[in-house]
């Protein structure tokens, strides 16, 4: 039986108004979202609504900045003559405002703490995304990731795999007997299309420390963290961008633990710009996407999808996304009459509401509303004025942002990038030691000799094996701390972090 202060910490307010006042059902957060309309029509106001709702609940959530005019979430609102207007409308005598506990992150380190992922935690399959490879090239890369992996090669930053193409370009046929065949094209290619990432920023965003999923879990005196990451230069880059978030979504359904039905979420996700996502994406990363959706639900994690028209979304996520607030949509193209009548059809009706008609005449801050009832019921759609914020709504100043990074309880965590024994360092080491060998078998006059079975290995040969063994050992030594006797690759082919 719940308490009544648990119970009461669980009682959202509404985020809009229609013939009733609407709030989305803590326990129906994870059953996802979509928030849709075009440019100019309120959507990062309802955005930052909802966000503030969740933060009161205590749920923690993670959202892209995409304009760089969220960061007032974290001070309260007041002085704002719109938003005293629509608090009036909507009879709110007595706006209370306050902020929110937020927590910056920016990929290139500049507006925010720096966010990384090391190479093996991105996999194959979104690096593959974001270098743009074509099918054969990423299953060329795909090879590359198994022979590091049964090698005992680290990939941590863009050096390692560098090192990595090019140990197998100078080892073609020595690898490729083991795992396929790769041509020294491909490989050129994929190197290429590497170094253009490097100078795309890849550099900075992958490497350690790598994020740590408990970082964006935090509850603070009952509020949930906002994750805020700064994204107006990174849209500059829209691939690195859309992967790291799928990345981040990998990573939440790789390593939460089944959860069950919760009465509030764990954490919610926010996908600006979600066109992104299944822009020029490969058919089997859109399916494991899809599925990735489907079962997170029941990690406790919702995701919540923010883009212009709703047919930008697969059919098969759409159908997935049980809270819905649709702002205006404008049609004059035979196409967008169309997109249109196929927003008015994914609501459940309301025979007051000409649904069609209404998305074309909605005003800015005004929606069509369906959310779940507890029972999972999408509620008729609703024709609602969504409410204002509470923070304020002047973004903060690069001065008071970097303010905030200094206060935050996990500065220093990862500001300064660690540059350990890898890939890169290993295979140099390995490159050393052979040719330190083949200079002492030649002093000596002895030509170096294939390595016999073990069971009839000389003396000699038998040293030279324990001098390979002893840098087995070692690798395995430097990876063995973060990858344990074998790696385990998740749902997008990224590594599982062992917690």
Request: net charge neutral; glycine share 8%; proline share 6%.
């Given at each position: 039986?719940?308490?009544?202060s648990f119970m009461t910490a669980l009682t959202?307010?509404?985020?809009?108004?229609?013939?009733?006042?609407?709030?989305?059902?803590?326990?129906?957060?994870?059953?996802?979202?979509?928030?849709?309309?075009?440019?100019?029509?309120?959507?990062?106001?309802?955005?930052?609504?909802?966000?503030?709702?969740?933060?009161?609940?205590?749920?923690?959530?993670?959202?892209?900045?995409?304009?760089?005019?969220?960061?007032?979430?974290?001070?309260?609102?007041?002085?704002n003559k719109k938003i005293e207007e629509r608090?009036?409308?909507?009879?709110?005598?007595?706006?209370?405002?306050?902020?929110?506990?937020?927590?910056?992150?920016?990929?290139?380190?500049?507006?925010?703490?720096?966010?990384?992922?090391?190479?093996?935690?991105?996999?194959?399959?979104?690096?593959?995304?974001?270098?743009?490879?074509?099918?054969?090239?990423?299953?060329?890369?795909?090879?590359?990731?198994?022979?590091?992996?049964?090698?005992?090669?680290?990939?941590?930053?863009?050096?390692?795999?560098?090192?990595?193409?090019?140990?197998?370009?100078?080892?073609?046929?020595?690898?490729?007997?083991?795992?396929?065949?790769?041509?020294?094209?491909?490989?050129?290619?994929?190197?290429?299309?590497?170094?253009?990432?490097?100078?795309?920023?890849?550099?900075?965003?992958?490497?350690?420390?790598?994020?740590?999923?408990?970082?964006?879990?935090?509850?603070?005196?009952?509020?949930?963290?906002?994750?805020?990451?700064?994204?107006?230069?990174?849209?500059?880059?829209?691939?690195?961008?859309?992967?790291?978030?799928?990345?981040?979504?990998?990573?939440?359904?790789?390593?939460?633990?089944?959860?069950?039905?919760?009465?509030?979420?764990?954490?919610?996700?926010?996908?600006?710009?979600?066109?992104?996502?299944?822009?020029?994406?490969?058919?089997?990363?859109?399916?494991?996407?899809?599925?990735?959706?489907?079962?997170?639900?029941?990690?406790?994690?919702?995701?919540?999808?923010?883009?212009?028209?709703?047919?930008?979304?697969?059919?098969?996520?759409?159908?997935?996304?049980?809270?819905?607030?649709?702002?205006?949509?404008?049609?004059?193209?035979?196409?967008?009459?169309?997109?249109?009548?196929?927003?008015?059809?994914?609501?459940?009706?309301?025979?007051?509401?000409?649904?069609?008609?209404?998305?074309?005449?909605?005003?800015?801050?005004?929606?069509?509303?369906?959310?779940?009832?507890?029972?999972?019921?999408?509620?008729?759609?609703?024709?609602?004025?969504?409410?204002?914020?509470?923070?304020?709504?002047?973004?903060?100043?690069?001065?008071?942002?970097?303010?905030?990074?200094?206060?935050?309880?996990?500065?220093?965590?990862?500001?300064?990038?660690?540059?350990?024994?890898?890939?890169?360092?290993?295979?140099?080491?390995?490159?050393?030691?052979?040719?330190?060998?083949?200079?002492?078998?030649?002093?000596?006059?002895?030509?170096?000799?294939?390595?016999?079975?073990?069971?009839?290995?000389?003396?000699?040969?038998?040293?030279?094996?324990?001098?390979?063994?002893?840098?087995?050992?070692?690798?395995?030594?430097?990876?063995?701390?973060?990858?344990?006797?074998?790696?385990?690759?998740?749902?997008?082919?990224?590594?599982?972090?062992?917690?």
């Amino acid at each position: 039986m719940l308490n009544d202060s648990f119970m009461t910490a669980l009682t959202p307010s509404p985020f809009a108004k229609g013939e009733t006042e609407i709030f989305i059902e803590p326990s129906m957060a994870n059953r996802h979202g979509l928030i849709t309309g075009s440019t100019g029509t309120g959507k990062t106001v309802t955005l930052r609504v909802l966000i503030e709702q969740f933060s009161s609940m205590g749920v923690p959530v993670f959202l892209p900045d995409i304009k760089g005019d969220l960061s007032g979430l974290c001070r309260p609102g007041g002085g704002n003559k719109k938003i005293e207007e629509r608090a009036r409308l909507l009879g709110l005598n007595e706006l209370s405002y306050e902020g929110f506990p937020v927590r910056f992150w920016d990929l290139h380190g500049k507006e925010g703490h720096p966010v990384r992922a090391t190479i093996s935690e991105m996999g194959p399959l979104l690096l593959s995304r974001i270098l743009n490879l074509n099918n054969t090239q990423s299953g060329i890369l795909s090879m590359l990731f198994r022979y590091a992996d049964d090698s005992r090669l680290l990939l941590i930053d863009i050096a390692d795999l560098v090192s990595l193409i090019t140990h197998a370009l100078e080892n073609t046929a020595e690898i490729k007997g083991k795992y396929g065949n790769m041509t020294s094209a491909s490989l050129g290619a994929i190197q290429r299309a590497v170094l253009t990432l490097e100078e795309q920023g890849g550099d900075l965003f992958f490497g350690e420390p790598s994020l740590v999923l408990e970082d964006i879990l935090e509850v603070k005196d009952g509020k949930g963290t906002i994750n805020l990451l700064s994204a107006a230069a990174l849209m500059k880059t829209p691939k690195i961008y859309s992967t790291f978030l799928l990345w981040l979504l990998s990573e939440l359904y790789d390593l939460l633990p089944e959860a069950g039905d919760l009465e509030k979420p764990r954490f919610l996700l926010f996908f600006e710009e979600s066109h992104l996502l299944f822009t020029d994406t490969p058919k089997v990363l859109e399916e494991k996407i899809i599925q990735i959706v489907r079962l997170i639900r029941s990690k406790g994690v919702g995701v919540y999808f923010i883009t212009q028209n709703p047919g930008d979304i697969p059919e098969a996520v759409l159908g997935q996304l049980g809270n819905r607030v649709q702002h205006a949509l404008r049609a004059t193209t035979p196409g967008e009459m169309r997109a249109v009548k196929a927003a008015a059809k994914s609501f459940r009706q309301n025979p007051k509401i000409d649904t069609e008609k209404v998305i074309g005449e909605l005003g800015i801050g005004e929606a069509l509303v369906s959310v779940l009832d507890r029972s999972g019921v999408p509620a008729p759609v609703d024709r609602a004025f969504i409410y204002p914020p509470r923070s304020s709504l002047p973004p903060l100043s690069s001065t008071e942002i970097q303010a905030e990074v200094r206060s935050s309880p996990i500065f220093g965590r990862y500001e300064e990038a660690i540059n350990r024994h890898s890939a890169a360092e290993e295979l140099l080491q390995r490159q050393k030691e052979v040719m330190a060998r083949e200079q002492a078998a030649e002093k000596s006059s002895v030509k170096p000799k294939p390595a016999p079975s073990s069971a009839g290995r000389s003396s000699k040969t038998k040293d030279a094996g324990d001098v390979v063994s002893t840098i087995a050992i070692r690798t395995a030594t430097n990876v063995g701390t973060q990858i344990g006797k074998e790696i385990v690759r998740g749902m997008l082919g990224s590594w599982l972090k062992k917690k």
